[in-house]
């Protein structure tokens, strides 16, 4: 036990473990992540398995990464707890120096002969150095005054603080891995979803696409309300970027689509022989319309979105958006089939009717439309407070380390014919420079005084 | 005048102050270096002027295209350089940070770079893309400061080691411990912007504050290796080659990031 405790006091291991993560890291954004088996076939052949069973192909959510985190986060607390106790005396216990060769050994030093009394040279000091900002404490011994001077202390626990804020983060990270939910909720104007797990349902009461002029999108916006025992309790509107937080959930923006089993065409019916002829007919598929002035119906018998010839020649849609929209229409008389064929909205000319004869009739796909729907992500995620609570430690604690350093002086007077003998010496790790000007001023300052 | 005249104008000036900073590379005279550090001021407000103007044209914070944030990148990279100036006055450096932006101002101007402003897609309308864009651009402008004196080091020590004078003026020791200062005042900015804010921000616009997404991984990554130099050198009391190594290791890190993420791996992140 206490053998593991010194390994991982020591920060070559830390600096091994950080090796590792970072490796690990790379090596997950060299593999895609959570693809299909086929997928990793395809790319890796034999090796696809073996990722696998490595858990390579799920790197960040793998059990041997996690254990790297929680050898990681057991690393942070002993390196921390075992440095503690020291910063903390050194905080608490300010430290003297009694010996003149002490100071003389220090990083930033130097000495004085100061035409003063003791009594007026330690009051004098201790003004220059309130001055500056440093607290001093002092001890006082017959002809001699020992000061420790110092600012900023607070600076040391800084790389704690960044500690205990990282631990905080992973901390979340387990509480949102292990009690996070999210899910998809897919709403369309008027209705009313209930939301997995939680006592209330959401109804979407309007959504709307704002686009610029160009014609691209703005933004998405879906107007909600938050339904509990049947009544509407919150009426709220989000958009990207702009979610509603309600009982514990947060709802977000995340997508859109349109219902194409429930779409409404516009046909243009035309007449070849005669240019002036031109109906409009507004249908639904597997409606049937008469087209007027002729003894035929025409019925839409399927639409597709997105026209594509599958690998088996077989008509389907590519995806979701309308981007080559195309209506397979009949035309009847009675039960008999006069024609049939694809009509393209973004291709008129490449219409091509199947008759038994030649039909006077050619149709044109003039505009689709579907019902909207919107897609909200619903997210409960109780690890996420934790994350700023950390988030905050953590920049706390880099603020302390790095712009916030520590800097100490210690200094002997010692009482000699009436004059005073000044001995000093500094010392400030975290800013060397910006100390020793300020170290050289303060004894230019006092050195000034006659 | 318009944005890109400024922009251009702007151009001039750093390539100005990177020839002036190289002559003094050469002459060691005071003065050159001094105008340079005036140029490169200059240079930084007509920049400025050119990403307001920008702003107002557009409407929205100028990094939503490799082109404005690869002009954003070298607007902080002036800015830190001359921070870094001001702090410690290296004037040696001066002359390779120019040209390194006067390499990304000249990247951002090619016809590759599609300049037009182009309404912003709803995921990127927030105040959460002033913040962390610019917090982690400047953040990692420092990061590129510790690169060149990294590889200053770099060549200064094997110069020494030869017997040699540095070559640049600046000890081996002095640029070892200013690349150590930069990152210290990156490290905090860089893991604000591109860790913190990112964080709020996904949670906001995606719902999740971390999705191992590819661009995430990779900040985390170059956390991971400041850390490391970080580390190494506060608490086992690295120096000299080695932390320069990792220096210059973390900057290729916080590169890849930025460009190779964009092009090589596909993710959540595919706006620039």
């Known amino acids: ?450 | 005048m318009s944005e890109s005249t400024f922009f251009t104008l702007a151009f001039i000036v750093y390539f100005l102050a990177a020839l002036s900073y190289l002559a003094y590379l050469f002459s060691r005279k005071e003065g050159r270096a001094v105008l340079g550090l005036r140029l490169a001021f200059a240079g930084l407000l007509l920049h400025t002027l050119a990403l307001v103007m920008r702003t107002v044209q557009s409407g929205h914070a100028p990094f939503t295209n490799m082109y404005e944030s690869l002009s954003f990148l070298a607007w902080s990279s002036v800015f830190a350089f001359i921070i870094v100036e001001w702090k410690f006055r290296l004037r040696r450096p001066g002359a390779y940070v120019l040209l390194i932006v006067v390499a990304l101002m000249a990247l951002a101007s090619s016809p590759l770079m599609p300049k037009d402003a182009t309404p912003l897609v709803p995921a990127l309308q927030s105040y959460w893309l002033w913040l962390h864009v610019s917090v982690t651009l400047l953040g990692e402008a420092f990061f590129a400061i510790a690169f060149v004196t990294s590889i200053m080091f770099l060549i200064a020590q094997s110069r020494e080691k030869k017997g040699r004078a540095s070559g640049s003026g600046l000890s081996a020791d002095r640029l070892d411990s200013i690349s150590y200062r930069t990152i210290a005042i990156g490290f905090p900015l860089f893991t604000l912007g591109g860790l913190v804010f990112g964080m709020v921000w996904a949670y906001k616009a995606w719902g999740s504050y971390w999705s191992w997404d590819p661009k995430e991984v990779w900040s985390l990554i170059t956390w991971f290796v400041f850390a490391l130099y970080l580390h190494t050198r506060i608490v086992m009391g690295w120096k000299g080659r080695r932390s320069a190594v990792i220096a210059v290791i973390g900057f290729l890190a916080a590169l890849f990031t930025y460009f190779g993420v964009n092009y090589l791996l596909a993710g959540l992140h595919s706006y620039a």
């Open chain 1, 1 to 450: 036990m206490r053998s593991l405790y010194r390994f991982f006091t020591s920060v070559k291991v830390a600096i091994v473990l950080l090796i590792l993560l970072i490796a690990a890291s790379i090596l997950g954004t060299l593999i895609p992540q959570q693809r299909t088996h086929a997928e990793y076939l395809a790319r890796y052949g034999q090796l696809a398995g073996l990722f696998e069973g490595l858990q390579l192909t799920r790197l960040y959510h793998s059990l041997w990464f996690i254990v790297l985190l929680v050898l990681f986060a057991l690393n942070i607390i002993v390196c921390t707890l075992a440095r503690l106790s020291a910063k903390l005396h050194r905080a608490f216990r300010p430290r003297f120096e009694t010996e003149a060769r002490h100071l003389q050994a220090m990083r930033v030093k130097d000495k004085a002969r100061l035409p003063l009394s003791l009594g007026e040279a330690r009051t004098l000091v201790v003004r220059e150095l309130a001055r500056r900002r440093y607290r001093a404490r002092l001890i006082e011994a017959p002809g001699r005054v020992f000061i420790s001077a110092r600012k900023r202390i607070s600076g040391i626990f800084g790389s704690d603080v960044v500690h205990l804020g990282l631990l905080v983060i992973l901390g979340g990270g387990i509480v949102s891995g292990l009690a996070g939910r999210r899910g998809d909720l897919t709403l369309r104007e008027n209705q009313t979803v209930a939301v997995p797990g939680a006592a209330f349902a959401l109804r979407l009461d309007k959504f709307s696409t704002d686009l610029y002029p160009d014609g691209s999108v703005k933004d998405w916006k879906s107007r909600l309300s938050v339904i509990e025992d049947g009544r509407s309790v919150l009426e709220r509107t989000i958009e990207v970027n702009h979610p509603l937080s309600y009982g514990g959930y947060i709802f977000y923006q995340s997508g859109y689509g349109w219902d194409w089993d429930n779409p409404s065409l516009e046909l243009l019916v035309k007449k070849k022989s005669d240019p002036a002829y031109l109906k409009d007919l507004r249908l639904h598929p597997g409606e049937k319309a008469p087209v007027e002035g002729e003894d035929i119906e025409v019925m839409v018998a399927r639409f597709i979105p997105d026209f594509v010839l599958d690998e088996k020649n077989q008509p389907s849609s590519r995806s979701p958006q309308p981007n080559n929209p195309a209506a397979f229409i009949e035309g009847k008389r009675g039960t008999e089939t006069v024609f049939s064929g694809w009509v393209f909205a973004k291709f008129p000319d490449f219409t091509r009717l199947h008759s038994a004869k030649e039909t006077d009739l050619s149709f044109e796909l003039k505009d689709v439309k579907a019902p909207e729907y919107s897609v909200i992500q619903s997210a409960r995620d109780p690890g996420a407070l934790w994350i700023w609570i950390g988030s905050t430690l953590l920049m706390a604690g880099l603020f302390l380390a790095f712009y916030w350093p520590t800097r100490e002086i210690r200094l002997i007077l010692g009482e000699n014919q009436g004059k005073t003998e000044l001995e000093a010496g500094g010392l400030s790790t975290k800013s060397p420079e910006e100390f020793k000007s300020e170290f050289e001023s303060l004894m230019s300052g006092l050195r000034k005084i006659r």
